[in-house]
T-cell receptor
Framework: KNQVEQSPQSLIILEGKNCTLQCNYTVSPFSNLRWYKQDTGRGPVSLTIMTFSENTKSNGRYTATLDADTKQSSLHITASQLSDSASYICVVTFLGGAGNNRKLIWGLGTSLAVNP | EAQVTQNPRYLITVTGKKLTVTCSQNMNHEYMSWYRQDPGLGLRQIYYSMNVEVTDKGDVPEGYKVSRKEKRNFPLILESPSPNQTSLYFC??????????????FGEGSRLTVL
Protein backbone atom coordinates (compact mmCIF):
# COMPACT_ATOMS: atom_id res chain seq x y z
CA LYS A 1 0.00 0.00 0.00
CA ASN A 2 1.30 3.44 -0.92
CA GLN A 3 1.77 5.42 2.27
CA VAL A 4 3.62 8.43 3.60
CA GLU A 5 4.38 8.50 7.31
CA GLN A 6 5.78 11.49 9.12
CA SER A 7 7.41 11.67 12.50
CA PRO A 8 7.24 12.99 15.04
CA GLN A 9 3.56 13.89 15.03
CA SER A 10 4.37 17.01 17.02
CA LEU A 11 7.48 18.71 18.29
CA ILE A 12 8.26 21.58 20.63
CA ILE A 13 11.65 23.30 20.52
CA LEU A 14 13.19 26.48 21.80
CA GLU A 15 13.90 29.38 19.52
CA GLY A 16 17.38 29.16 18.01
CA LYS A 17 17.58 25.38 18.22
CA ASN A 18 17.79 23.02 15.26
CA CYS A 19 15.35 20.22 14.52
CA THR A 20 14.82 17.45 12.01
CA LEU A 21 11.50 16.15 10.72
CA GLN A 22 11.19 12.74 9.13
CA CYS A 23 9.18 11.44 6.19
CA ASN A 24 9.16 7.73 5.33
CA TYR A 25 7.27 6.48 2.32
CA THR A 26 6.36 3.19 0.73
CA VAL A 27 5.28 4.78 -2.56
CA SER A 28 6.56 2.93 -5.60
CA PRO A 29 7.22 3.80 -8.33
CA PHE A 30 8.16 7.20 -7.05
CA SER A 31 8.70 10.44 -8.97
CA ASN A 32 9.36 13.22 -6.53
CA LEU A 33 8.85 14.33 -2.96
CA ARG A 34 7.81 17.79 -1.87
CA TRP A 35 7.73 19.48 1.52
CA TYR A 36 5.04 22.04 2.31
CA LYS A 37 4.79 24.41 5.26
CA GLN A 38 1.32 25.20 6.56
CA ASP A 39 0.85 28.04 8.99
CA THR A 40 -2.17 27.78 11.27
CA GLY A 41 -5.29 28.79 9.39
CA ARG A 42 -3.47 29.21 6.08
CA GLY A 43 -2.96 27.13 2.98
CA PRO A 44 0.22 25.05 2.53
CA VAL A 45 3.20 26.66 0.83
CA SER A 46 5.89 24.68 -0.95
CA LEU A 47 9.34 24.68 0.63
CA THR A 48 11.23 22.38 -1.68
CA ILE A 49 10.93 19.51 -4.12
CA MET A 50 13.26 16.52 -4.33
CA THR A 51 13.49 14.27 -7.36
CA PHE A 52 14.73 10.70 -7.04
CA SER A 53 18.20 11.71 -8.20
CA GLU A 54 18.70 14.45 -5.63
CA ASN A 55 20.17 13.90 -2.19
CA THR A 56 20.12 17.35 -0.61
CA LYS A 57 18.47 20.66 -1.34
CA SER A 58 18.46 23.83 0.72
CA ASN A 59 16.05 26.73 0.94
CA GLY A 60 17.43 29.24 3.39
CA ARG A 61 17.40 27.66 6.84
CA TYR A 62 15.53 24.63 5.52
CA THR A 63 17.49 21.67 4.18
CA ALA A 64 15.78 18.62 2.77
CA THR A 65 17.48 15.29 2.21
CA LEU A 66 16.34 12.26 0.31
CA ASP A 67 17.48 8.66 0.36
CA ALA A 68 15.57 6.94 -2.43
CA ASP A 69 17.04 3.57 -1.51
CA THR A 70 15.64 3.57 2.01
CA LYS A 71 12.64 5.69 1.00
CA GLN A 72 13.32 8.31 3.62
CA SER A 73 13.39 12.08 3.56
CA SER A 74 14.15 14.58 6.23
CA LEU A 75 13.64 18.29 6.65
CA HIS A 76 16.22 20.00 8.81
CA ILE A 77 15.51 23.45 10.21
CA THR A 78 18.51 25.42 11.38
CA ALA A 79 18.44 28.17 14.02
CA SER A 80 14.68 28.00 14.42
CA GLN A 81 12.57 31.13 14.62
CA LEU A 82 9.15 31.74 16.09
CA SER A 83 7.80 32.02 12.55
CA ASP A 84 8.80 28.41 11.92
CA SER A 85 5.87 27.31 14.10
CA ALA A 86 3.67 25.49 11.62
CA SER A 87 2.72 22.10 10.27
CA TYR A 88 5.17 20.55 7.81
CA ILE A 89 3.66 18.19 5.28
CA CYS A 90 5.48 15.71 3.09
CA VAL A 91 3.85 14.64 -0.19
CA VAL A 92 5.10 11.99 -2.59
CA THR A 93 4.16 11.56 -6.25
CA PHE A 94 3.12 8.05 -7.15
CA LEU A 95 3.96 7.29 -10.78
CA GLY A 96 1.67 4.32 -11.04
CA GLY A 97 -1.55 6.30 -11.39
CA ALA A 98 -3.35 7.15 -14.59
CA GLY A 99 -2.89 10.22 -16.74
CA ASN A 100 -1.59 13.54 -15.58
CA ASN A 101 -3.16 13.34 -12.14
CA ARG A 102 -0.78 10.65 -11.10
CA LYS A 103 -1.57 10.40 -7.50
CA LEU A 104 -0.15 12.58 -4.78
CA ILE A 105 0.22 10.70 -1.50
CA TRP A 106 0.06 13.11 1.41
CA GLY A 107 1.53 12.64 4.86
CA LEU A 108 -0.38 13.85 7.92
CA GLY A 109 2.27 16.40 8.80
CA THR A 110 4.43 17.26 11.78
CA SER A 111 3.23 20.09 13.98
CA LEU A 112 6.18 22.19 15.09
CA ALA A 113 5.98 24.74 17.88
CA VAL A 114 8.93 27.06 18.43
CA ASN A 115 8.84 28.66 21.85
CA PRO A 116 10.75 31.76 22.95
CA GLU B 1 -0.10 39.62 -6.68
CA ALA B 2 -0.29 35.97 -7.71
CA GLN B 3 -2.91 34.27 -5.63
CA VAL B 4 -5.73 31.79 -5.23
CA THR B 5 -8.83 33.39 -3.72
CA GLN B 6 -11.56 31.45 -1.98
CA ASN B 7 -14.89 32.68 -0.69
CA PRO B 8 -16.37 32.52 1.82
CA ARG B 9 -13.57 32.02 4.33
CA TYR B 10 -16.01 30.95 7.03
CA LEU B 11 -19.51 29.58 6.69
CA ILE B 12 -22.02 28.00 9.03
CA THR B 13 -25.00 26.41 7.34
CA VAL B 14 -27.68 23.82 7.98
CA THR B 15 -28.15 20.37 6.57
CA GLY B 16 -29.58 20.35 3.07
CA LYS B 17 -29.06 24.00 2.21
CA LYS B 18 -27.16 24.19 -1.06
CA LEU B 19 -23.97 26.21 -1.01
CA THR B 20 -21.13 27.13 -3.32
CA VAL B 21 -17.54 27.89 -2.39
CA THR B 22 -15.89 29.96 -5.07
CA CYS B 23 -12.25 29.70 -6.12
CA SER B 24 -10.40 31.98 -8.50
CA GLN B 25 -6.74 32.10 -9.52
CA ASN B 26 -4.91 34.87 -11.41
CA MET B 27 -1.85 32.87 -12.49
CA ASN B 28 -3.27 31.42 -15.71
CA HIS B 29 -2.85 27.93 -14.28
CA GLU B 30 -4.42 25.06 -16.15
CA TYR B 31 -4.64 22.66 -13.23
CA MET B 32 -6.98 23.29 -10.30
CA SER B 33 -8.08 21.09 -7.44
CA TRP B 34 -10.17 21.01 -4.28
CA TYR B 35 -9.04 19.43 -1.01
CA ARG B 36 -10.58 18.96 2.36
CA GLN B 37 -8.46 18.80 5.49
CA ASP B 38 -9.62 17.02 8.61
CA PRO B 39 -7.75 16.27 11.86
CA GLY B 40 -6.01 12.92 11.69
CA LEU B 41 -6.85 12.49 8.00
CA GLY B 42 -4.72 15.16 6.39
CA LEU B 43 -5.41 16.61 2.96
CA ARG B 44 -7.73 14.61 0.75
CA GLN B 45 -8.51 15.48 -2.83
CA ILE B 46 -12.16 16.00 -3.73
CA TYR B 47 -12.08 16.94 -7.42
CA TYR B 48 -9.55 18.23 -9.87
CA SER B 49 -9.51 19.86 -13.29
CA MET B 50 -6.79 19.62 -15.91
CA ASN B 51 -8.26 22.43 -18.01
CA VAL B 52 -11.49 24.19 -18.98
CA GLU B 53 -14.43 21.79 -19.19
CA VAL B 54 -12.24 18.90 -17.95
CA THR B 55 -12.94 17.70 -14.42
CA ASP B 56 -12.44 14.41 -12.62
CA LYS B 57 -13.01 12.81 -9.25
CA GLY B 58 -10.40 12.71 -6.56
CA ASP B 59 -10.40 10.46 -3.53
CA VAL B 60 -13.51 11.76 -1.74
CA PRO B 61 -15.93 13.18 -4.36
CA GLU B 62 -19.23 12.01 -2.82
CA GLY B 63 -21.57 14.87 -2.02
CA TYR B 64 -19.67 17.43 -4.08
CA LYS B 65 -19.85 18.86 -7.58
CA VAL B 66 -17.51 21.15 -9.48
CA SER B 67 -17.45 23.00 -12.76
CA ARG B 68 -14.72 24.59 -14.85
CA LYS B 69 -16.32 26.94 -17.35
CA GLU B 70 -13.47 29.43 -17.25
CA LYS B 71 -9.78 28.85 -16.72
CA ARG B 72 -9.55 31.03 -13.64
CA ASN B 73 -12.61 29.78 -11.73
CA PHE B 74 -13.29 26.40 -10.13
CA PRO B 75 -16.29 26.52 -7.78
CA LEU B 76 -17.11 23.72 -5.34
CA ILE B 77 -20.80 22.97 -4.96
CA LEU B 78 -22.45 21.16 -2.08
CA GLU B 79 -25.94 20.37 -3.32
CA SER B 80 -27.23 19.04 0.01
CA PRO B 81 -24.64 19.53 2.73
CA SER B 82 -24.48 17.09 5.61
CA PRO B 83 -22.65 17.35 8.95
CA ASN B 84 -19.91 14.98 7.77
CA GLN B 85 -18.93 17.68 5.26
CA THR B 86 -17.91 19.97 8.08
CA SER B 87 -14.29 20.58 7.26
CA LEU B 88 -11.57 22.98 6.16
CA TYR B 89 -11.56 23.26 2.38
CA PHE B 90 -8.67 24.33 0.19
CA CYS B 91 -8.60 25.22 -3.46
CA UNK B 92 -5.25 24.86 -5.21
CA UNK B 93 -3.86 25.56 -8.65
CA UNK B 94 -0.74 24.61 -10.55
CA UNK B 95 0.86 25.52 -13.85
CA UNK B 96 1.72 21.88 -14.42
CA UNK B 97 -0.07 18.86 -13.09
CA UNK B 98 1.37 18.12 -9.64
CA UNK B 99 2.56 14.73 -10.79
CA UNK B 100 4.77 16.50 -13.32
CA UNK B 101 6.57 18.38 -10.53
CA UNK B 102 3.96 21.12 -10.61
CA UNK B 103 3.92 23.14 -7.39
CA UNK B 104 0.47 23.57 -5.90
CA UNK B 105 -0.54 27.08 -4.87
CA PHE B 106 -3.22 26.99 -2.22
CA GLY B 107 -5.93 29.41 -1.27
CA GLU B 108 -6.43 30.61 2.30
CA GLY B 109 -9.01 27.97 3.06
CA SER B 110 -12.76 27.94 3.72
CA ARG B 111 -13.93 26.64 7.06
CA LEU B 112 -17.36 25.11 6.66
CA THR B 113 -19.63 23.99 9.46
CA VAL B 114 -22.82 22.08 8.65
CA LEU B 115 -25.32 21.87 11.52
Amino acid sequence: KNQVEQSPQSLIILEGKNCTLQCNYTVSPFSNLRWYKQDTGRGPVSLTIMTFSENTKSNGRYTATLDADTKQSSLHITASQLSDSASYICVVTFLGGAGNNRKLIWGLGTSLAVNP
Amino acid sequence: EAQVTQNPRYLITVTGKKLTVTCSQNMNHEYMSWYRQDPGLGLRQIYYSMNVEVTDKGDVPEGYKVSRKEKRNFPLILESPSPNQTSLYFCASSLLAPANTGELFFGEGSRLTVL
